[in-house]
């Protein structure tokens, strides 16, 4: 099972020792991080299953079947497991439009939307199948949308102290955020809380369905007013409360053209806000336990995606051979600044992330320290594979050490470059079975991007904790002066702004001039 580590991932056999150089995120918090509640995740499947669709073109197997629109969706689901790792979690699907309550109040509603290209219709089987073989469930509620069965199980387990997540990218669902619940918008990487609700509608949650009342919504065919924009629905909404103050009050509104039109258009605004309005009284038979996450069923999961060629998924997904343990590692750094690295160790089912900073690195460096970091948690001897995409790091402990060891220049004081960190790596070496494995970067390959991904957030979690460093040493040593001289410092005048080195351009690794057993002149 992939998961992230969040008190969840322990090695029953094998301990961990985490005692590393890093930046702690809770470094700069008072007390211990509090008790974060269950997470619930609910996924918008049927707006996600058309973003897949549309943002991944012209994928297929070898046979001609198209796989655009499940490879993306079910690389989303990799994601939001291995990042977010929800302690629940639902995939909502859409029922089909013509069955839709809405239907029967406005038979125009989403009547201007085309069929489902037949490409797509025929992953959707693939795609529940991928469900099923992952133990996520997949919900769908008779005459009701996604919207709607996503608000109802929101609000639910909101007001049971469950913190909810609702996945999407749709603007609609913004009227359900509130305590508990917030969205997220994983092709954005952004989430929107009330806040973020009141920068896009101008309204506070509970008023976007006034605002879509009045401005209607051209994606959904919802009417509106005829002349009112989503701006000024907003202003109106904000100056008047509700779409009930603003007809009451049209004629305090600016402008005949558009009073007479809220007059003419006042039970059609009505019904767009009622179409626009989700349902969150949906009977739903469904129980918290029913959304717990449970390991996939390889069995089934890993024929289909090697059926689909899915064959970056079905690394992800595949547990390590018996009595192997994988560590996947990666460094980020530049030839003169901070530096992080970020490590994925896999035993069996289970998984552990492990990640760095340090404030002065280069690039080869951090690719050392993030195998130093993966051996050193190995508490007894193993079996291990390890895999980097730095050749530098791969062919060092697999080639070009023993070269060193022969000559003697591993040992000889600033014979080779980051000699601490070869010596470091040697010794750990020897304590267990390793073969050292390269895998092509920023490739897709999904353990190495997650590497990359620790390493990058330790580099900014790092610099900025340094940051805040730096201003409290600021701020003690003038309190300090302040103290002993009785008074507040008089201020100075800027001093001349330095300039700033020019940066120099890392070469890509492959490139570099290299001594006679490959040695890299780099750091």
């Not at 069923?297 to 992800?316: G, H, S, V």
């Not at 050490?401 to 220049?409: A, M, P, S, T």
């Amino acid at each position: 099972m992939l998961i992230s580590e969040k008190g969840v991932a322990r090695w029953p056999e094998y301990e961990l020792r985490c005692e590393m150089n890093m930046v702690s995120e809770t470094k700069h918090t008072l007390g211990e991080k509090p008790k974060l509640p269950p997470q619930l995740y609910l996924l918008d499947g049927s707006s996600y299953i058309y973003r897949a669709y549309y943002g991944i073109r012209d994928l297929a197997t070898s046979e001609g079947l198209p796989t655009n629109a499940a490879y993306g969706f079910t690389r989303m689901l990799l994601w939001l497991l291995q990042e977010h790792g929800p302690d629940y979690l639902a995939v909502v699907f859409d029922r089909p439009r013509e069955e839709t309550f809405r239907r029967d109040v406005y038979p125009a509603y989403k009547a201007n939307r085309d069929a489902m290209p037949e490409d797509l219709a025929s992953q959707l089987p693939y795609i529940r199948q991928i469900l099923q073989a992952l133990n996520i469930p997949a919900l769908e509620a008779p005459r009701y949308e996604a919207d709607d069965v996503i608000a109802t199980l929101a609000r639910r387990y909101a007001g049971e102290g469950i913190e909810v997540t609702v996945v999407t990218g749709d603007k609609d669902l913004m009227q359900i955020v509130g305590p508990g619940i917030c969205l997220l918008d994983t092709m954005k990487n952004t989430r929107s809380g009330p806040q973020e609700v009141m920068q896009r509608f101008g309204v506070p949650p509970e008023r976007v369905p006034d605002v879509l009342g009045l401005a209607g919504d051209t994606s959904d065919n919802i009417p509106g007013v005829p002349g009112v924009g989503e701006k000024t629905a907003a202003e109106l909404v904000q100056r008047f409360g509700s779409l009930e103050g603003v007809l009451k009050w049209r004629s305090l509104v600016n402008g005949k053209k558009r009073r007479e039109n809220l007059h003419a258009f006042a039970e059609q605004a009505r019904l767009s806000k009622n179409l626009a309005t989700l349902r969150d009284d949906v009977d739903m038979e469904v129980n918290l336990n029913d959304l717990q996450r449970s390991k996939p069923n390889l069995a089934t999961l890993l024929p289909l995606l090697r059926e689909l060629e899915f064959e970056d998924l079905e690394i992800a997904f595949a547990p390590p051979a018996p009595g192997v343990v994988e560590i996947y590692s990666d460094g980020s750094g530049t030839s003169a600044g901070p530096g992080g690295y970020g490590v994925i160790l896999r035993y069996g089912g289970h998984e552990k992330e492990l990640s760095g900073f340090e404030p002065d690195a280069t690039s080869q460096r951090m690719e050392l320290l993030a195998a130093i970091r993966g051996l050193e948690a190995l508490h007894k001897p193993q079996t291990v594979r390890l895999f980097s995409d730095s050749q530098y790091l791969v062919r060092g402990m697999s080639e070009w050490i023993h070269g060193w060891l022969r000559d003697g220049r591993l040992e000889t004081p600033d014979a080779l470059a980051n000699q601490e960190l070869w010596q470091q790596l040697l010794a750990q070496s020897r304590r267990h079975s390793i073969t050292w494995e390269w895998v092509r970067g920023h490739a897709g390959h999904p353990f190495n991007e997650r590497c990359d991904r620790l390493a990058k957030r330790a580099v900014n979690n790092g610099t900025q904790a340094a940051a805040v460093d730096e201003t409290d040493a600021t701020c003690e040593k003038r309190e300090e002066t302040i103290e002993e001289s009785g008074q507040e410092e008089m201020p100075q005048p800027p001093s001349p702004a330095k300039r700033a080195p020019i940066p120099v351009p890392e070469p890509e690794e492959g490139k570099f001039k290299a001594d006679e057993d490959g040695q890299l002149r780099l750091c």
